[in-house]
């Protein structure tokens, strides 16, 4: 994937958006051929892809028992990156959630849920490439314009994004490459 490449993976329901999503990050294996990341097969490249990889599923990997500062200090952790609780507040409170910082997640709508995993955008601007599955489900008109926001700054500044969606989006002008899966 070239620097700068935005890429919408469209398809209905139960068409391989995620598995797919999953095949690029090395979570699943092709049935055949192969995935590659700077030339390396991602399944034997975990370390680089992973290096350069901030990976956001489907479901919002938070942790009811978690504050929206932990989730985020952890998600983050997860993918390589040391954050300050700091930069995790300034960030949670970018999403909306300035104030519930120490709520346990249990405590928090979906959509609170939802962007207390996007926040990790904020702060995963060193990662090259981006895979996020169904960034837009459960957030407002607001939040959904934020996301985009995230993405579009990470293609300017280099990087690639890889998502997918249900939602007619725009990225002010920056062009969308899109894959139409089929059942």
């Known amino acids: 994937m070239k620097p700068q490449t935005l890429l919408e993976v469209r398809g209905a329901n139960g068409s391989g ?9 090395g979570l699943l294996r092709p049935e055949a051929g192969s995935v590659r990341w700077k030339g390396e097969d991602v399944r034997a490249a975990t370390d680089g892809l992973h290096a350069d990889l901030l990976y956001l599923g489907h479901t919002p ?12 200090i952890f998600g983050l952790a997860q993918s390589g990156v040391g954050v300050t609780p700091r930069e995790v507040d300034a960030a949670l409170s970018e999403f909306g959630l300035g104030g519930r910082e120490e709520l346990p ?13 996007l926040a990790r955008l904020a702060l995963g601007a060193d990662k090259l490439l981006w895979i996020v599955d169904e960034p837009f489900t459960a957030l407002d008109a607001q939040a959904v314009e934020l996301v985009q926001a995230h993405l579009a700054r990470h ?22 490459q899109r894959l139409q899966l089929t059942q």
């Open 17 to 25: 958006k995620t598995s797919l999503l999953r095949l690029l990050c």
């Open 61 to 72: 990997a938070v942790k009811d028992d978690l504050s929206g500062r932990e989730n985020v």
């Open 155 to 176: 293609l300017v500044r280099g990087g690639s994004v890889v998502f997918t969606s249900h939602q007619e989006v725009s990225f002010g002008g920056l062009p969308v």
């Open 105 to 117: 997640a249990r405590a928090l709508s979906q959509g609170q849920k939802r962007r207390v995993a």
